[in-house]
């Protein structure tokens, strides 16, 4: 007896595949990695406000830093978001030295992840903004 389903797919199922691939929705398939079991199981995000002419995304590239999984470019006071990985505090420590001479930065350490990994999902619809009376204009 096998324990693999096989699961027939119809006409209306690849055309849905191939429409969704091919708009760019279904971007990959990857394996999750435990970072812990892998030897990293320090987490931090690191808010980077980078100097003029020393910006991250512009003078430096992904093998210089090698800790960094992901990167955001934000609106406001900091200009980048970086999640961060690290096999011990000392390697941490060295991550972020490495990193301020960038700029300046604002370091989040993560102690535990309490939610991680929810699939994309249809959202509800929005729901309407309740007015705050004690922010309104006063005439």
């Known amino acids: 007896m096998s324990t693999l389903r096989s699961l027939k797919l119809d006409d209306v199922d690849w055309r849905l595949l191939s429409e969704l ?7 990959g398939y990857t394996a999750r990695v435990d970072p812990t079991r892998a030897g ?8 980077l406000r980078c100097r003029a002419g020393n910006c991250l995304l512009r003078t430096t590239n992904s093998d210089d830093f090698p800790e960094v999984v992901e990167v ?24 972020f030295e490495r990193l301020g001479e960038l700029g300046e930065l ?32 006063q005439r």
């Open 21 to 27: 691939q091919e708009a760019g929705v279904i971007a």
């Open 40 to 47: 990293q199981p320090l987490l931090a995000f690191v808010q």
């Open 106 to 137: 604002r370091t989040h350490i993560v102690m535990s992840t309490q939610f991680d990994g929810r699939p994309v999902q249809e959202v509800t619809p929005e729901r309407p903004v309740t007015p705050s009376d004690g922010w309104a204009s």
């Open 72 to 95: 955001h470019k934000l609106s406001g006071e900091f200009c980048t978001l970086l999640k961060t990985r690290a096999s011990s505090l000392s390697h941490m420590e060295g991550l």
